[in-house]
């Protein structure tokens, strides 16, 4: 039976790991390709608008902080997962966000307002199906993490969660806003640097052409409406975009929609394209919203083009209006020609943009922001760019930002390690104390003595052993004990000295069994019993007198925990009862965490849940009585202690060892946990 229970808490951990990792993975795959391409975000949202006849309602400053923010969330998340930052808060985060996400591409699916949501921005393209199906995976994940998050280890300590956070934000925001400053460090769009736009257009001999239907997106008044072919209205109407749906599938090449043509309607992307010298390509989708501040260095490359007898012409989807204001306010004397609003926000990220052509090959890109300049003497070919590998630059981004945190991680790791080893093992003592409670009678009590004591003298233990037994097993197990193995203690005593209180023993009646150990402050002395701190600090005082060392006992209730409370709680329990003492009477405490919700629940706290109260009650008694006391004070974990999770709890810094329940009323379960000390 506890070979099986072990598999299933290990296939529970797995699905709970798996879980957590396949949402990350994803979130921060999803995060840094829309922060590469903050702009790609910014049309997506633009179409969703359109969709819903409100173009308007949101200007490009909105809708970019939208799209920043949006990526930084899901990297975040994903980085929060990861690492296992703030687990409760982050599970309910990121299933409250995958929910949200999976209704949006529900809707999607049901109202094809997109052909694709953009998850991935260009990097990966899913249909509408495949995206609520990839969401309904994801969600699922959710809510197995968010109902196991506690079993799932944290990669770097509590202290560290800070540098991550700021780190993490520095770095998206970086990113994200170098990208729409500048170009994508990573194309994933047809029309990247190397590629051959006439190749690019070419449908292989045989292959079947697919067939769209076109719809056209007009204004009249500023009233936006849809038309096709068939109802295609006056020239009263403004062209604003063109939509194409797919209506039967084919070969589609990577480049479908480029067409270029003149103010009087003339095609002119062939002769364009045929051209076998250099071209430069002014792309402005709009110029009202253009930058006008680089146009000198637009000026000086046409002229640069003229003199060398280069092609130089701007591409644009404006209005004849537009384009007027353009050629009144920067000077231009170069040809404009128009295209698709949409093809010319693929082609550059930027408005305006720059592309060097040869022989319909792209040679080179550039945002408004980073225009090349060419002197009279320079060749056009020191400007021409290597296409670089979308993969490796994606790759080498998330290293630029995993390599220096896992640096820090595993510098953390050895050094807690390395300071565990130095300090923990050799100047604080490890205990394990088994807490009977009302269980065992005599006859049963005494055997259960011998068996542990026998066993141990068999197999000595590498740690301090005490068994704490209800009062009437003091005084006859006591004789049976080999102290140097282990010693016994008393589950309680009373608050008062000696008197008229039926039913009490004292401190003094505790030590005259040979018992060396008490326990007090047990949470169910706390809830049953209703003892206070007030009473608790009387025990304190008179087993101290009466030369007992005393296992002080603290923890919260599930409540408390999920109302993030715990420091409090515990802080408190120790400023009201043991906090008073001398450093020398300090010296005979040893404190016991046990988060009451973990206590013969079957629950356990993970072993980053107790390191990181243990650690902190180790802060307060360093605030109370200097660093010193802190690293010698023996601070015992309580909750569910078992052999097969002791080992991970005792390997961590601050644990030094157990105060057992259940599982120290059987000797072969107690030495098990015993034995995680060797």
């Keep these: 039976m506890p070979r099986s229970r072990s598999k299933s808490n290990l296939y529970y951990q797995g699905g709970a790991w798996a879980a957590r ?3 990350s993975l994803t979130l921060l795959l999803s995060g840094v390709t829309k922060a590469i391409d903050p702009k790609g975000t910014v049309y997506k949202l633009q179409d969703y608008l359109i969709y819903f006849d409100v173009p308007s309602l949101l200007s490009q400053d909105m809708l970019t902080a939208i799209a920043v923010m949006l990526c930084s969330v899901e990297f975040l998340l994903g980085i929060y997962l990861f690492f296992g930052i703030r687990r409760r808060f982050t599970s ?3 299933l409250i966000f995958i929910g949200l996400m999976t209704l949006v591409t529900l809707f999607i699916l049901i109202w094809h307002p997109v052909s694709d949501c953009g998850c991935f921005g260009d990097a990966i393209h899913l249909t509408n199906g495949q995206t609520f199906v990839k969401n309904l995976v994801l969600l699922g994940c959710a809510i197995v993490y968010r109902y196991t998050y506690a079993t799932t280890h ?6 560290l969660h800070w540098l991550v956070s700021m780190y993490s934000i520095l770095f998206i925001l970086f990113v994200s806003l170098y990208n729409n400053y500048y170009l994508p460090l990573a194309d994933f769009r047809p029309y990247k640097v190397g590629v051959n736009i006439p190749k690019a257009m070419l449908i292989p001999e045989g292959a079947a ?7 056209f997106w007009l204004e009249k008044n500023g009233r936006r409406q849809r038309f096709t072919i068939d109802n295609y209205p006056d020239s009263t109407w403004t062209y604003i975009s063109t939509e194409k749906k797919l209506v039967k599938e084919g070969y589609v090449p990577p480049i479908t929609d480029f067409s270029v043509c003149d103010t009087l309607g003339n095609d002119l992307t062939d002769s364009l394209l045929a051209d076998t010298g250099y071209t430069m390509m002014l792309i402005s989708p709009t ?3 253009a930058n006008r501040v680089p146009v000198d260095e637009i000026n000086a490359l046409n002229d640069y083009c003229l003199d060398h007898k280069y092609r130089f012409y701007a591409l644009t989807a404006s209005s004849m209006s537009s384009v007027d204001k353009w050629i009144y306010y920067t000077g231009a004397e170069y040809p404009i020609y128009f295209c698709d609003a949409t093809v010319l926000k693929t082609m550059v990220r930027s408005n305006p943009g720059l592309i060097l052509l040869h022989g319909g090959t792209i040679l080179g890109k550039w945002s408004g922001h980073d225009l090349p300049t060419l002197s009279d003497g320079q060749s056009v070919k020191s400007i021409i760019q290597d296409g670089d590998n979308n993969l490796r630059i994606l790759l080498k981004i998330i290293l630029y930002y995993l390599i220096p945190l896992l640096f820090i991680t595993f510098a953390n790791k050895f050094w807690m390690n390395h300071k565990h080893h130095l300090n923990h093992k050799t100047m604080r003592q490890k205990i394990v104390a088994g807490n009977w409670k009302m269980n065992m009678n005599l006859q049963d009590g005494i055997n259960l003595a011998k068996e542990i004591n026998e066993t141990l003298k068999a197999d000595k233990p590498n740690c301090g052993v005490v068994i704490c037994t209800p009062f009437i097993h003091l005084a006859s197990v006591a004789p049976l004990l080999d102290k140097s193995l282990v010693k016994l203690g008393a589950e309680n005593c009373a608050d008062k000295a000696k008197g008229a209180y039926t039913g009490e023993v004292s401190a003094e009646m505790v030590k005259s069994t040979g018992a060396d150990y008490v326990i007090l402050g047990h949470s169910e002395r706390r809830q049953y019993y209703h003892e206070t701190p007030e009473i608790l600090k009387e025990k304190v ?5 009466n030369g007992l060392k005393i296992i002080f006992c603290i923890g919260e ?5 999920e109302a993030n409370k715990q420091n409090e709680v515990v802080k408190a329990e120790l400023d009201g009862s043991v906090y008073g003492l001398s450093a020398e009477e300090w010296k005979n405490i040893v404190l016991a965490y046990e988060p009451i919700w973990a206590i013969g629940t079957g629950k356990t706290a993970t072993a980053d849940q107790a390191e990181e109260m243990l650690a902190y009650i180790r802060s307060t008694v360093a605030e109370k009585y200097g660093k010193a006391v802190a ?4 601070i015992l974990y309580g909750g569910s202690c078992k052999p097969s999770n002791a080992k991970e709890l005792f390997a961590k810094p601050d644990i030094d060892g157990g105060l057992i329940g259940g599982a120290s009323l059987k000797a072969a379960d107690f030495k098990g946990i015993i034995d995680a000390w060797k």
């Design 631 to 634: 690293e010698e004070t023996t």
């Design 21 to 23: 990792m396949i949402l």
């Design 287 to 289: 110029f009202d919203q």
């Design 541 to 545: 005082q008179l087993a101290l007198q």
């Design 557 to 561: 209730t599930l409540e408390e925990r």
């Design 154 to 159: 944290k990669l770097i300590g509590v202290s």
């Design 209 to 215: 052409e697919p067939e769209y239907e076109t719809t």
């Design 92 to 94: 309910y985060l990121t």
